[in-house]
């Protein structure tokens, strides 16, 4: 399981967490606005959108990370990860511009896999060979603590670690 932490997030990456939990609350909340009415009134769906958007800011984020060593390549490593990634959610540019080669996307998360998180996967040479992994998973939690960071980091690192020899 990651190790859950406190990291701080750049600007940019503030930016893309919170532009995505937006859009998946207000999606969620449209979904719950349409249900009590009885032909999936407009207003409904649009009310509820609203009121997801505006409920998103009410969150913080929290971050799960973890390392692990995987006895491959890294280029191999690198591109199980963007696969990973691209399974699991959508790959993103690096928010930051950093070039490190690292590896981000906003994957499914939480419960039900209805929120987003932003997750970071940086891939450095082994110290006996093969390569070493840090994993990061950020989400944006409510009162209703769900594990959003932990279980991505969770999910990945079963994933790189299954494409392991």
Do not use: C, Y
Request: proline share 4%.
């Amino acid at each position: 399981m990651g190790a859950k932490g406190e990291h701080e997030l750049t600007e940019q990456e503030a930016a893309v967490l919170l532009a995505a939990t937006k859009d998946a609350l207000a999606k969620a909340g449209s979904m719950g606005g349409s249900l009590g009415a009885p032909f999936g009134s407009l207003g409904a769906e649009r009310g509820g959108a609203a009121g997801g958007r505006f409920a998103a800011r009410f969150t913080r984020p929290r971050t799960s990370a973890a390392v692990l060593e995987v006895g491959q390549d890294v280029e191999v490593v690198r591109e199980g990860a963007r696969r990973a990634i691209a399974e699991q959610g959508a790959l993103i540019d690096d928010p930051n511009g950093a070039g490190d080669g690292a590896v981000w996307g906003v994957v499914r998360s939480g419960a039900l896999d209805m929120v987003p998180a932003l997750v970071r996967v940086a891939v450095e040479p082994g110290v006996g060979g093969g390569a070493r992994v840090h994993l990061r998973a950020t989400g944006r939690e409510g009162l209703i603590k769900q594990r959003i960071g932990g279980k991505a980091v969770d999910r990945l690192r079963a994933a790189i670690e299954g494409g392991a020899p």
